[in-house]
């Protein structure tokens, strides 16, 4: 399996909502990811998890709550969401021995009204 | 000063002729370096990754690499309309177990019959 899958792949939510979004892979990396990507502009950096640790936060608004169960999973948790969160949000992963570049999900194309 | 920087485009090129991406980095200490296609509405795709100075090649696609001058770029041969496209430039430093990819802004390329 090379595939990493995103569900859902549309989401509308109004600002008061909860919703998730979710990230399987089966490739056995160890790494993994969320970017956010707007219109017309590269992915951005959200969160990196390694070994189901978070690595990294970019600053992201607490808004977005990641969360990584095991090895293969990971979610993005999203609460009173704005407008202008609205995006493709990308999750990717990627070996930690040796870094040969990630492997991205299809996306969530996320609206929010 | 961007952190990684591509000619935003549009790039166009007719049926067959040489395509030629270009991009620059700012951070000395980067190791790899990717490139990903991206179509519109999709996720991005990994065409090439490269690591040492000089050429690789895959099929129609080489990737160059010029530390010194921190300076990468891809060749498409022989391009073809399905290469219509946004490509990504990425780079990544090392040292982590996991890849921190710093993405371009992307070129646009549009092959004409």
């Known amino acids: 399996d090379t595939e990493v899958t995103q569900t859902p792949k549309h989401l509308v939510m109004g600002m008061t909502n909860k919703k998730s979004l979710k990230c399987e892979q089966h490739m056995g990396h160890r790494a993994m990811y969320w970017y956010k990507q707007k219109a017309k502009k590269p992915p951005e950096l959200m969160f990196v998890?390694?070994?189901?640790?978070?690595?990294i936060n970019e600053s992201v608004p607490s808004r977005f709550s990641p969360e990584c169960p095991n090895s293969s999973l990971l979610n993005l948790h999203l609460h009173a969401l704005q407008p202008e969160d609205s995006a493709l949000y990308l999750c990717?992963?990627?070996?930690?021995?040796?870094?040969?570049?990630?492997?991205f999900g299809s996306g969530t194309r996320l609206t929010v009204v | 000063q961007k952190e990684v920087e591509q000619n935003s485009g549009p790039l166009s090129v007719p049926e067959g002729a040489i395509a030629s991406l270009n991009c620059t980095y700012s951070?000395?200490?980067?190791?790899?370096f990717f490139w990903y296609r991206q179509y519109s509405g999709k996720s991005p795709e990994l065409i090439m990754f490269?690591?040492?100075?000089g050429d690789k090649e895959d099929g129609r696609f080489t990737a160059q690499l010029n530390k010194a001058s921190q300076y990468v770029s891809l060749l498409i041969r022989d391009s073809q309309p399905s290469d219509s496209a946004t490509y990504l430039c990425a780079v990544a430093a090392g040292g982590t177990s996991y890849g921190k990819l710093t993405f371009g802004q992307g070129t646009i390329l549009t092959v004409h019959p």
């Open positions: 490269i690591y040492s100075n």
């Open positions: 998890y390694s070994y189901e640790k978070l690595s």
């Open positions: 990717a992963s990627s070996q930690t021995s040796l870094f040969y570049g990630y492997t």
């Open positions: 951070d000395r200490g980067s190791q790899s």
